[in-house]
């Protein structure tokens, strides 16, 4: 098999700033290939976080140097997150413990301006994160569509969203990239279609986050959320927000807490250390990309380098899965449209089951996912909800060929207990 090309990107010092990628456990090796789930962290990631307990934890607004510190760390935080969502300003920058949270007290917000018979439109390929919380303001008597996808590449139907847009459509909500398969759908066009009969449009970029540049200026989305665990940051959360949106609707927060900028949805004390990691974070992705301030350009250089390696990643462990006999990939497969995927790929081969191809890889210290990963309506879709769902490999930028071809090897040997 030829080897994946690795243009500018020096995998040895990418890996040598990521202290677990070289855990052993009882002599082997680790291998991540549950990046889906969640990243590892580089160094800098640990030193941000660590430094913030040293030098300036304490909570916000006080006039002692530790918070002023503490202040600065997140208004320079924020500036990275606009610098790397590409938003116009900070203040359309929102902090929170997760995606699904975020979700959760944005869509509540949103519900107040519905009324009844209002629709909004997500499609098959969800995570659930990005239904239920739209889901929850059908007791509001908004109506609630689904878009359908095709099987087995899992692509969304466009011309069934086109059928199901109406002027009755106030919010459309779509993932950036599948979790479950990797399918990453025509954004910018869903979103004219979505303006076009006055809807707001929704993105959620959690799984593409580690994947490519996110632009909310060139998708033209109105909200965008995404959680830096999954971009080789901390647990934490971030939401994009069109500004005027961000000002004209009315979140849950109590009464003493500021009411001005984007701080009006932070309800509650932020999780300050994990600002700080986030910072890390960029920090890492703008070195990468070759400057030593987290400015737009270097963020894309760096993403766009790292998805090429993932690309070549995709393409051999692909290549790979179609020569063992019985494998079912779901996703996109063809090897001239893998820029329409993320390098995360579900599969099944009965009669094995998923949880058991995923212990057997774990034994061997090779961590893959197995189950819906809360894709419940793509797996009700493709029939496997009642079946233990999918193995999921899904590598990211510190992967290599070799992992690649170990995870393959291992499959090929795989026997049943
Ligand atoms: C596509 C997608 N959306 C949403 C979520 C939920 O994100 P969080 O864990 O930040 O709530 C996940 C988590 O796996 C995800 O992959």
Not at 12 to 19: K, L
Request: proline share 6%; hydrophobic share 40%.
């Amino acid at each position: 098999m030829a080897a994946p090309s690795l243009i500018d990107l020096d995998l040895q010092s990418v890996r040598r700033q990521f202290p677990s990628l070289s855990l052993t456990v009882d002599g082997r090796p680790v291998v991540y290939l549950d990046n889906p789930a969640g990243t590892q962290v580089p160094q800098r990631v640990i030193d941000r976080t660590a430094a913030y307990w040293r030098t300036m934890n304490a909570n916000q607004g006080g006039t002692f140097v530790t918070s002023v510190r503490s202040d600065a760390l997140i208004a320079e935080v924020r500036q990275a997150a606009a610098a790397f969502l590409n938003a116009a300003s900070p203040d359309e920058i929102v902090f929170g413990p997760n995606m699904t949270s975020l979700t959760f007290a944005l869509s509540r917000a949103i519900g107040r301006e519905l009324r009844a018979g209002d629709e909004i439109l997500v499609t098959r390929l969800e995570h659930d994160a990005n239904v239920s919380p739209w889901l929850a303001l059908q007791e509001r008597g908004a109506v609630v569509r689904f878009v359908e996808i095709r099987v087995p590449e899992c692509t969304l139907d466009m011309s069934d969203f086109e059928r199901q847009l109406s002027p009755r459509t106030r919010l459309v909500a779509i993932t950036h990239a599948s979790n479950a398969v990797g399918t990453i759908p025509d954004l910018p066009a869903i979103a004219r279609a979505a303006h076009a009969v006055g809807a707001w449009f929704w993105v959620d970029a959690v799984h593409y986050g580690p994947h490519g540049a996110i632009d909310v200026q060139a998708i033209d989305c109105d909200f965008l959320v995404c959680s830096s665990y999954k971009f080789y940051g901390p647990h934490q959360g971030l939401l994009y927000g069109r500004r005027e949106l961000l000002e004209r609707l009315h979140p849950y927060k109590v009464r003493p807490a500021s009411d001005e900028g984007p701080s009006r949805w932070e309800t509650g004390t932020q999780n300050h250390e994990c600002l700080a990691g986030m910072l890390g974070a960029f920090e890492y992705l703008a070195e990468l990309g070759g400057s030593d301030r987290v400015v737009r350009p270097a963020l894309v250089t760096a993403l766009n380098r790292m998805s090429t390696h993932e690309r070549a990643l995709a393409a051999r462990l692909i290549e790979g899965l179609e020569q063992i006999r019985g494998i079912q990939i779901y996703g996109i497969t063809q090897r001239d449209r893998l820029e329409r995927r993320a390098p995360t790929v579900s599969l099944t081969w009965p009669p094995y089951q998923p949880e058991s191809l995923a212990r057997w890889l774990g034994s061997h210290q090779v961590f893959t996912t197995h189950g819906d990963h809360y894709a419940t309506e793509l797996m009700a879709r493709l029939g496997l909800a009642d079946k233990g769902g999918t193995l999921r490999i899904g590598a990211a930028h510190y992967n290599t060929a070799s992992e690649v071809d170990l995870v393959l090897e291992l499959l090929a040997g795989y026997r049943p207990e």
